[in-house]
């Protein structure tokens, strides 16, 4: 399983951004699919999650309100809606896989760098 992130840029407080993510392999719908953010100098950090199928989604309470995660299970993506953007949203952001395989999120993209301006 391989996972491309695209969608990062630069945005104002208060704007929006779209982040996708593609998964390779053909038991997507069998993938819990999370979204995980590392801003400079500090952990990576859990930022969302959307359940195998048509599962339960979690959220961050920094994020709960302002991100929508989303995932087409027959184009094998997962988006992350990102609205009301804060400069401390600032951070590269990877999109990761809990399959039956790995022992959690065990399968990660490449990271998309997401940076908001005050």
């Known amino acids: 399983v391989q996972l491309q992130a695209s969608g990062g840029g630069l945005v104002q407080a208060g704007g929006s951004l779209r982040l996708s993510c593609t998964a390779s392999?053909?038991?997507?719908?069998?993938?819990?699919m999370g979204w995980f953010r590392q801003a400079p100098g500090k952990e990576r950090e859990f930022v969302a999650s959307f359940g195998r199928g048509g599962g339960t989604t979690k959220y961050a309470d920094s994020v709960a309100g302002r991100f929508t995660i989303s995932r087409d299970n027959r184009k094998h993506t997962v988006t992350l809606q990102m609205d009301s953007l804060k400069p401390e949203d600032t951070a590269v952001y990877y999109c990761?896989?809990?399959?039956?395989?790995?022992?959690?999120?065990?399968?990660w993209g490449q990271g998309t760098q997401v940076t908001v301006s005050s």
């Open positions: 990761a896989a809990n399959t039956p395989y790995t022992d959690g999120f065990g399968i």
């Open positions: 392999g053909r038991t997507f719908g069998s993938y819990v």
